[in-house]
């Protein structure tokens, strides 16, 4: 070897060795420059992507959405318009020469067209709400797209008149209205979602829906150009047989409306193939914690053929290829999103795997593809070293990631190692999955302090996905487990309903093991623990601290404390009966209370900060409450943290989310020993 090959061997090797000393962890401000890829839409041809660009602005605090779009091959990558304003929903015309898509203005969202070959854009409307759900009719002539149309409460009194200039109080608000407000919304503005369709070159928007019924989703046209397809649910008494939904065809011309399907239970996301075949989502309502969506194929007439797909995972987002002969779809297996293809008959594919990472929070499962003529895939690509990256399956099942957003930052951030652990439950036996990140620079002879980050839902799952939350949390010298107990999501229909009246119940043991399984790897220490978790992850922590008093501090996020006062003040308060508990809370008020962590706050004795958002609908700020009330009047070390404004997704916001982590992590510091 020469002198000189050998000199530049070693500057090549210096120089690898000083970027890792140089690495730092993932920090609370890098939340701000995290960049992500949602709703990929490709193009007919299967050339191009037109997609969302998500982020995070530092100087509005908030998350934004820009379109951009990139050749498949990732070459010509530009911002698809000049506006700095919000823009989603981008939808290609049938022969590729359109986008269509809503952009932000002063008075809410507005629907836009994009010209591919001379770049520009015109705004065809003028609506008094916003757009949702564009869909292009087969000839491109016309868009159907839903939208709030504004209606008028009960109202009791006539104001009085008062007099000129002077300034009284608003008028009372009345509601007569059994879903009157949601998280993330707040009030409920009296009135009713209807479908409706524009010319695609601009003109007036024409209602086809009326009554007072809600129609949800995307519209899908049926290939003659003179039916569309929607969800609804036009029952008389749909107000209180809110699980219920059928599909229905809206006539364009005549209006009139036919029901298409006709069961209990709901029928939805409707995609209509070019031989005029429907491929929707549904199942029978058993009135269970949770049942699998299946996938179903029927014509305009004629009953529907369930497509047997021998997979045991609910079936997400249903496309037909082109030719109608085969469907593609998202489902959810042992944390990890998959995108697959089957016939009508039940044979599938599996084409993809890691989609997801648009949640930008916490580890859930999410994700958005789309399909081209040809069959290329666009689709978010994730794993726990990056959000929502842009991922093209080609032709012959290569998956290609297309770009990376984010490497102005992650490659100089030494992340968490992401790992899965499998153990075995002590209740049953049952094979129980888990996840653990571990704190960058990670040295197994060193005792770490662990954290147990408890998931949501508790009908959901945690998986192999980029997360900012545990990130930070793994930052700060914790090792993290995110286990998926009993009752999440992925693992099958009857794991997942094994909460069905029994909530928190077995889980609890399912998380504990893991605990255990962790120590007995040598990776936690019993004096060592710690627990978090949001939502139905807030329910657990608080559970396992008035089951045990293992760990040393606690952070009980947005939980719910007492199931009567939850279910009777929450946005959803009337969805709890019979599925997860049986009967009202008056019919069964020993069950609402025997699962109520509330009740076992007299056996607390770990130091805990409760967290909630000042305006969260989902699990109320009494509920919050009523866990620091308790613990203040016994005297156990506690504080009450008020995100203001925040709503049940307390970490919408990047600084809320960033506040949320730095909390917890301060909290466990105080006892971390």
Not at 337 to 357: F, Q, W, Y
């Amino acid at each position: 070897m020469n002198k000189t090959l050998l000199i530049t061997i070693i500057i090549i090797l210096l120089s690898y060795c000083l970027e890792a000393q140089e690495k730092q962890p993932f920090k609370s401000m890098d939340v701000f420059s995290l960049e992500w890829v949602d709703d990929p839409q490709i193009s007919p041809d299967g050339t191009k992507v037109v997609y969302v660009r998500r982020g995070m602005d530092i100087m509005t605090d908030k998350r934004i959405s820009r379109l951009w779009i990139v050749n498949t091959d990732g070459t010509e990558h530009y911002k698809l318009t000049n506006q700095d304003v919000n823009e989603s929903s981008p939808r290609w015309s049938p022969d590729g020469t359109r986008i269509a898509f809503t952009s932000s203005t002063d008075n809410g969202s507005e629907v836009f067209v994009y010209w591919t070959k001379t770049a520009k854009i015109a705004r065809l409307s003028s609506l008094e709400s916003s757009p949702r759900s564009i869909s292009w009719s087969p000839n491109g002539n016309k868009l159907a797209f839903t939208m709030f149309v504004a209606g008028r409460e009960m109202s009791l009194v006539t104001p009085q008149r008062k007099p000129r200039g002077a300034t009284w109080a608003a008028n009372p608000r009345v509601t007569t209205r059994l879903k009157h407000e949601a998280d993330g919304t707040g009030k409920l503005k009296p009135g009713y979602t209807h479908l409706f369709v524009m010319p695609s070159s601009g003109g007036v928007p024409r209602q086809l829906t009326d009554g007072n019924f809600n129609h949800r989703g995307t519209p899908s046209w049926h290939p003659n150009g003179q039916d569309i397809i929607i969800s609804s649910n036009r029952n008389e008494d749909w107000e209180y047989d809110f699980r219920n939904t059928e599909l229905y065809a809206v006539n364009l011309y005549s209006s009139d409306i036919r029901e298409l399907t006709d069961r209990q239970g709901p029928d939805n996301n409707g995609s209509v193939s070019k031989n005029g075949d429907i491929a929707y989502l549904g199942f029978d309502d058993k009135k269970q914690t949770y049942q699998l969506t299946n996938l179903y194929v029927k014509g305009m007439s004629g009953a529907p053929n369930k497509v047997d797909v021998k997979l045991d995972r609910s079936i997400q987002s249903p496309i037909w290829s082109q030719d109608g002969k085969s469907i593609y779809f998202m489902y959810d297996d042992k944390g990890n999103t998959k995108i697959a293809r089957t016939t009508t008959s039940g044979k599938v594919e599996k084409l993809a795997d890691n989609v997801g990472g648009t949640s930008v929070g916490r580890p859930y499962g999410d994700g958005a593809f789309s399909v081209s003529s040809d069959g290329i895939i666009a689709y978010t690509h994730t794993t726990p070293a990056y959000p929502a990256e842009l991922a093209v399956v080609d032709k012959n099942g290569n998956t290609n990631l297309v770009m990376s957003l984010n490497d102005d930052i992650l490659p100089y951030r030494e992340l968490a190692k992401v790992e899965e652990i499998w153990y075995k439950s002590s209740v049953d036996g049952r094979d129980i999955q888990g996840w653990i990140a571990y704190p960058p620079g990670y040295d197994p002879s060193k005792q770490y302090p662990m954290m147990v980050e408890n998931h949501g839902g508790p009908i959901s799952n945690y998986g192999d996905r980029f997360s900012p939350e545990i990130q930070l949390l793994a930052a700060g010298g914790y090792i993290v487990f995110y286990p998926n107990p009993r009752g999440s999501t992925s693992y099958g229909e009857e794991f997942g309903n094994l909460l069905y009246h029994n909530y928190p119940g077995d889980d609890y043991h399912d998380v504990m093991d893991g605990v255990d399984a962790l120590i007995a790897r040598g990776i936690a220490h019993e004096d060592k623990l710690y627990v978090t978790g949001g939502s139905a992850g807030g329910i657990m922590s608080a559970w396992v601290i008035g089951k045990n008093n293992r760990f040393e501090a606690a952070a009980v996020i947005k939980p719910v404390m007492n199931w009567v006062s939850k279910t009777l003040t929450a946005d959803n308060y009337f969805a709890y009966a019979n599925t997860r508990y049986p009967g009202q809370p008056w019919e069964s008020p020993d069950v609402y209370w025997k699962y109520s962590p509330i009740s076992l706050v007299g056996n607390i004795e770990t130091p805990t900060l409760v967290m909630v958002g000042g305006a969260d609908l989902r699990t109320p700020l009494s509920e919050a409450k009523q866990l620091y009330h308790a613990l203040k009047i016994r005297q156990i070390p506690t504080v009450l943290v008020e995100m203001p404004g925040a709503f049940h997704f307390i970490a919408n916001r990047p600084s809320q989310l960033i506040s949320k982590i730095e909390h917890i992590l301060a909290w466990f510091e105080l006892y971390n020993n």
